[in-house]
């Protein structure tokens, strides 16, 4: 019997009707033979409902531990409600919550990671012959015991990890797209849906903005050879496969272009230019859980310099309140920050055989206009920064240049 793991995100499971549907597809796939698995999200947008009802209570602050406690309860009304629709179906079906079905995390509230499994009962029941609902986005804390998230979209990570360690056959992640496409296609009309994908290449358009699948569930594919599938909840076409590198068929240079509005840039100005100073600012930074993105060094003068840094958005507070003591104790001259940019980035396989793709990136950025304030490149990836106003102009320029779309359209110029 083939094990098959099943993620339903949000949108799927957004309403009565739409948990209905998901209980169908969930019937037939358990009674085509498989021991079936469903990680379920939250009905649409409980978990930002749920955020928001926190900061109006608690401030901008709330205590972790309770945030998430609060948090987890969106996942665990889809678990039963979607159990209860297949026993209406006449589908035994058992539903748990992520401590239940042994997702074992360190004790990071709010941003989790998942340092084991222990599927035990999970096992048990599907041996029973029971459909298995497993509430995303949560665990528990080997070392506090306390309930934890796994982070924004953590429901992915959820089904890749259960995947693995069920060693199952495929683990399908159903979303409200057809899978990945060569570039957001709300900015982008003519953005082709990928076949294929490589864990690289997935893992870097993810990191970079790209919202279909969260870094650590690609991680967690990568590691333990999870085949995913990204496909639609609301038809039944073929969507995208994320697997190894030999998995592609076609040989495109570059898969796509990623990006992401959710990070501000911070500069730290005149910074004495000696050695440990870099090393104190981003141990400090790190000790916080500011998780700091691109950076970038000036050439000192006058034996001072300047970093610049990406950082996410909403950890800009946090940042200058362990910068401006620190700027005290070093003599540093101030910092800035710059809340409205963007990052694009390129990302392909064939770039590290490919020479010229970064300058063909940059030029059609100057010929329609769009100022670079910072780069920063993998083996396989090339991201600038830009003013957060181009963001559109930007991916809509390096997705024509480099014939990406499907269409007619593709191509033409800015
Ligand atoms: N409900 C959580 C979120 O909105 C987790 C998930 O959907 O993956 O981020
Ligand atoms: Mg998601």
Same mark, same amino acid.
């Given at each position: 019997?083939?094990?098959?793991?099943?993620?339903?995100?949000?949108?799927?499971?957004?309403?009565?009707?739409?948990?209905?549907?998901?209980?169908?597809?969930?019937?037939?796939?358990?009674?085509?033979?498989?021991?079936?698995?469903?990680?379920?999200?939250?009905?649409?947008?409980?978990?930002?409902?749920?955020?928001?009802?926190?900061?109006?209570?608690?401030?901008?602050?709330?205590?972790?531990?309770?945030?998430?406690?609060?948090?987890?309860?969106?996942?665990?009304?889809?678990?039963?409600?979607?159990?209860?629709?297949?026993?209406?179906?006449?589908?035994?079906? =058992?539903?748990?919550?992520?401590?239940?079905?042994?997702?074992?995390?360190?004790?990071?509230?709010?941003?989790?990671?998942?340092?084991?499994?222990?599927?035990?009962?999970?096992?048990?029941?599907?041996?029973?012959?029971?459909?298995?609902?497993?509430?995303?986005?949560?665990?528990?804390?080997?070392?506090? =015991?306390?309930?934890?998230?796994?982070?924004?979209?953590?429901?992915?990570?959820?089904?890749?990890?259960?995947?693995?360690?069920?060693?199952?056959?495929?683990?399908?992640?159903?979303?409200?797209?057809?899978?990945?496409?060569?570039?957001?296609?709300?900015?982008?009309?003519?953005?082709? =849906?990928?076949?294929?994908?490589?864990?690289?290449e997935m893992l870097e358009l993810a990191a970079q903005g790209a919202k279909?699948?969260?870094v650590?569930?690609?991680?967690?594919?990568?590691?333990?050879?999870?085949?995913?599938?990204?496909?639609?909840?609301?038809?039944?076409?073929?969507?995208?496969?994320?697997?190894?590198?030999?998995?592609?068929?076609?040989?495109?240079?570059?898969?796509g272009v990623a990006h992401d509005?959710s990070e501000?840039?911070?500069?730290?100005?005149?910074?004495?230019?000696?050695?440990?100073?870099?090393?104190?600012?981003?141990?400090?930074?790190?000790?916080?859980?500011?998780?700091?993105d691109m950076?970038?060094?000036?050439?000192?003068?006058?034996?001072?310099?300047?970093?610049?840094?990406?950082?996410?958005?909403?950890?800009?507070?946090?940042?200058?309140?362990?910068?401006?003591?620190?700027?005290?104790? /070093?003599?540093?001259?101030?910092?800035?920050?710059?809340?409205?940019?963007a990052k694009v980035s390129l990302v392909?396989?064939?770039?590290?055989?490919?020479?010229?793709?970064?300058? =063909?990136?940059?030029?059609?950025?100057?010929?329609?206009?769009?100022?670079?304030?910072?780069?920063s490149?993998s083996?396989?990836r090339v991201s600038v920064? /830009?003013?957060?106003?181009?963001?559109?102009?930007?991916?809509?320029?390096?997705?024509?240049?480099?014939?990406?779309?499907?269409?007619?359209?593709?191509?033409?110029?800015?």
């Amino acid at each position: 019997m083939a094990i098959v793991v099943q993620k339903y995100g949000g949108t799927s499971v957004g309403d009565v009707d739409r948990m209905k549907r998901v209980a169908d597809r969930v019937s037939r796939t358990h009674r085509d033979g498989n021991q079936t698995v469903v990680v379920v999200s939250a009905m649409g947008k409980t978990t930002d409902d749920l955020v928001s009802m926190a900061a109006d209570i608690g401030g901008e602050q709330p205590p972790q531990r309770e945030l998430d406690i609060l948090l987890t309860s969106g996942e665990r009304i889809s678990m039963a409600l979607l159990a209860m629709a297949l026993h209406e179906r006449g589908v035994q079906a =058992k539903s748990f919550t992520g401590s239940q079905a042994g997702i074992i995390t360190d004790a990071v509230h709010g941003k989790a990671r998942i340092v084991d499994i222990t599927p035990g009962r999970v096992q048990e029941a599907l041996d029973g012959g029971y459909v298995v609902i497993v509430a995303g986005f949560q665990g528990v804390s080997q070392d506090t =015991k306390d309930i934890t998230t796994l982070g924004r979209g953590g429901s992915d990570t959820t089904a890749v990890a259960l995947a693995a360690a069920l060693d199952a056959d495929v683990c399908e992640i159903y979303t409200d797209v057809d899978g990945v496409f060569t570039a957001d296609p709300r900015i982008v009309p003519t953005a082709r =849906k990928l076949d294929v994908v490589s864990y690289e290449e997935m893992l870097e358009l993810a990191a970079q903005g790209a919202k279909v699948l969260q870094v650590r569930s690609v991680e967690f594919g990568r590691n333990h050879g999870v085949r995913i599938h990204v496909r639609s909840s609301f038809s039944y076409t073929t969507g995208t496969w994320v697997g190894p590198e030999e998995d592609k068929v076609e040989d495109a240079i570059i898969s796509g272009v990623a990006h992401d509005t959710s990070e501000a840039k911070l500069t730290i100005l005149g910074l004495p230019d000696r050695p440990g100073v870099a090393a104190r600012v981003f141990t400090e930074l790190a000790d916080a859980n500011v998780n700091v993105d691109m950076i970038v060094q000036n050439v000192s003068a006058d034996g001072r310099t300047d970093i610049s840094f990406t950082l996410p958005r909403g950890d800009t507070a946090k940042a200058q309140a362990i910068l401006e003591p620190l700027l005290d104790d /070093v003599d540093g001259a101030g910092v800035l920050v710059d809340p409205d940019v963007a990052k694009v980035s390129l990302v392909g396989a064939g770039m590290k055989t490919n020479p010229g793709i970064a300058a =063909k990136m940059f030029s059609a950025l100057s010929a329609a206009d769009v100022n670079i304030e910072m780069i920063s490149t993998s083996t396989i990836r090339v991201s600038v920064v /830009v003013a957060k106003d181009d963001v559109e102009t930007a991916v809509q320029a390096v997705h024509a240049v480099f014939g990406l779309g499907d269409d007619a359209d593709e191509g033409r110029s800015h």
